[in-house]
């Protein structure tokens, strides 16, 4: 129903910046929330930001607050994260994942449709 295919990640040097992107299938209701997240080696799925496509206003975990920025192209129905200021410990794969409920959650358990991820690698 929902496919969401993430680009633009790389391999960056600590304190460079990247923007990824999430194509969205389809149109995007207004309710829908689109989070973002991501799994270093060896942890567990992170929250790192998300958006209700009718608002402006994203929540952000707190390991990214003030450096990374969530957005929203409605015309495109795309989804960015504009990373700035990265640390080593940013790295991991990073996905994108729609919330169709509008529940507006950080838990992962709360995303019914996930991207493939794209990998972020900061390196010193």
């Known amino acids: 129903q929902v496919q969401l295919v993430e680009s633009g990640g790389g391999l960056v040097q600590a304190g460079g910046s990247l923007r990824l992107s999430c194509a969205v299938s389809?149109?995007?209701?207004?309710?829908?929330?689109m989070g973002w997240f991501r799994q270093a080696p060896g942890k567990d799925r992170e929250f790192v930001g998300n958006?209700?496509?009718?608002?402006?206003?994203?929540y952000y975990a707190d390991s990214v607050k003030g450096r990374f920025t969530v957005s929203r192209d409605k015309a495109n129905d795309a989804f960015y994260l504009e990373m700035n200021n990265l640390k080593l410990e940013d790295t991991a794969v990073y996905y994108c994942?729609?919330?169709?409920?509008?529940?507006?959650?950080?838990?992962?358990?709360?995303?019914?449709?996930w991207g493939q991820g794209t990998q972020v690698t900061v390196s010193s």
């Open positions: 958006l209700r496509w009718s608002d402006t206003r994203p």
């Open positions: 389809g149109r995007i209701l207004s309710h829908y929330v």
């Open positions: 994942a729609a919330d169709t409920a509008g529940w507006g959650s950080s838990e992962q358990r709360r995303y019914n449709y």
